[in-house]
Structures are given as C-alpha cells and as structure tokens.
C-alpha cells in the first residue's frame, strides 16, 4: 500500500534517510537545500497524502486550509513543532506527528557545551590564536568562572533538561529546575534536583540557567527582561530550545549593561537574523542551531519520521502523534 502514498518532503534529508523514504511510499523529495516557499509548500499540500516539512516550515492555518482533501499526515522531521498549527490541523482531520527522544541526548551534549564554554570563555581564547595575537601564557590571562560547585537552574525538565542534569551532575553542578509539573520522586531524587515552583525564585538564584522549554504561547518571552533581571549580574544564560522563549532585546541590553555575566546560544528569537549588538559581544558564545545536528542523530529522526509514515499507511495511530494537550 505504501507505494500509492504520497509523500512530499520539504527539505534535503541525509541521503539514506531519503532512498528509504523512496523505497517505502511515492515521495517527492526537495530538489536542492533551499527551504520551500509558501507556494511551493501550497502545491505540496494541495497533492501529498503526507508531508513531511522541518523547521523553518510555517504550516499555518491558512495553508492548512488550502490542503487537499487527501492530505492526513503532517509528519514532522523534528522535535519541536511550533512551526505547525497542531490546533487547525486536527479540527481539519490531520494529524501530526513529530521524532521525540532521538535528538535529547546530542541536544544536551550541546548545551553542556555552552555552559562549559562561556564561562570558561572558549570563544575568546580560540580567537586569539586564530588572530595570532597570542604571544605566550599568563598567570592572569582569559581567566573564566569554575563551573564545579556552581548551580545550574534548568527551565524544562523534559528529556532534553533531563539529559543536561545528568551530565551536569558530572561537572558537580547542582541541579535546580522550573517545570510546569514536579519530576516523581524517584527521578528528582536520582537526578539530585531541587525544584522551584516559582520561577522568578529560581532564577535569582542560579549561577547558569539552561533553556530547554518549548516554544508555545505561554513560554513566548517567559524570560522577558524583568526575569532576566532577577538573576545575579554574575550569571550566564544558555539556550537550546527556541529564540522566542528569550526577549533577545532584553537579554542584549542587560548583556551589555553588564547585568549578566554571558550568554550561550543555540537558537535565536528571529531565526538566523540576529541582533548586530548581541553578535558584537565578546562574552557571548552564538552557534547556527546547531544542537541535534550529528550523522547519528539526523538518520535516527529519519527513521521516526519513517515509522510515523509507515504505521499510518498501515492503518494503526502512528507512535508519534502530537496532542493539544502537549501545547
Ligand atoms: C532540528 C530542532 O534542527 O527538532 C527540533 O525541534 O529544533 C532541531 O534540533 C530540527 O528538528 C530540524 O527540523
């Protein structure tokens, strides 16, 4: 049955993950790396069965309403679905799955790397070799912040946070965190974390706090710049999740104020168009959204996404499935 499927994929997908989905269903797959346009994306949902877009990829209400009646499937190449009306979709009889799990741990390891590097200040110290400015060792040069016996607050303890207290546990960072529900005991306790009910308590007292939220309408700017200016002017910020969960202006001004000690950041509140006056400063570590990008992990989300497909096709509730009650 699958070979009557009609799939259409947005993007360029690692090459095995791509002859797999070729081999399985009729797919249509992205002819270069450029993302779709609106109308493009219009006519792939006007013909497909099933779609399968990635970040990037507005599927609003109102392409949603020009879907064809065919279209059942909206199977997302990706963790985070904030770029889909989950809501339209389903009042439309469409349903949208997503690729959890596979991308927390590479996820984690990147926001480690973050809280690692800005304070210990990775970025200024490979700049000054690559301008071959370096002229020797010093008692006193580029000396950060320890991280060990420090305390790090996560915001969302879902498997991403979790995975981030984990491995900072290793570092001898202390665990706090901020989640809409308390973890169960068992788990709180095996990750040694305190948990905050008030966020705005929390984050006056961390030393490095660690976004790992979704981006949903009540996390859009839920560090806005009077939270941010409850933590210690001596703190640092990381952020792997969404751009939008941070008032990127407002970090910026405090940044520079020196309200804050530095920022890490993974993502940004306006895709890849990033305030010049955040760019511009030495204490910020800024990566190209790069978290789950590893070999293994894109194939391991290919491989979700082909599930989803497959199990739909085969007349059973894909193992994926995005509910409202996520939202
Ligand atoms: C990926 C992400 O780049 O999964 C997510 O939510 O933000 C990223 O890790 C994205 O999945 C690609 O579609």
Known sequence: PGKNLRVVVTRKLPEPVE??????FDTRLAADDAPMNRDALAEA????????????????AGLLGQAGENLKLVANYGAGFDHIDVATALSRGIMVSNTPGVLAEDTAD???????????????GAALIQSG????????????????????????????????????????LQIHYHNRTRLRTETEESLEATWWESLDQMLARVDILSVSVPHTPSTFHL??????????????????????????NALTRQLRAGELAGAGLDVFENGHDINPRLKDLENVLLLPHMGSATEEGRLEMGEKVIINIKTFCDGHRPPDLVVPAML
């Open 133 to 172: 400015e370096w002229e020797g060792w010093a008692p006193t040069a580029l000396m950060g912040h320890r991280i060990s016996g420090k305390r790090l607050g996560i915001l969302g303890m879902g498997r991403i946070g979790q995975a981030i207290a984990r491995r900072a546990r290793g570092f001898g």
């Open 223 to 248: 560090l806005n710049a009077r939270r941010l200016k409850l933590m210690k002017p001596t703190a640092y910020v990381v952020n792997t999740s969404r751009g939008e969960v941070i008032d990127e």
């Open 19 to 24: 002859t797999r989905l070729q081999e399985l």
């Open 110 to 124: 990147m926001a480690m790397a973050l809280i690692l590097g800005v304070p210990r200040r990775l970025k200024e």
């Open 45 to 60: 949902m006007a013909s497909a069965d099933v779609i399968v877009p990635t970040l990037g990829d507005r599927i609003d």
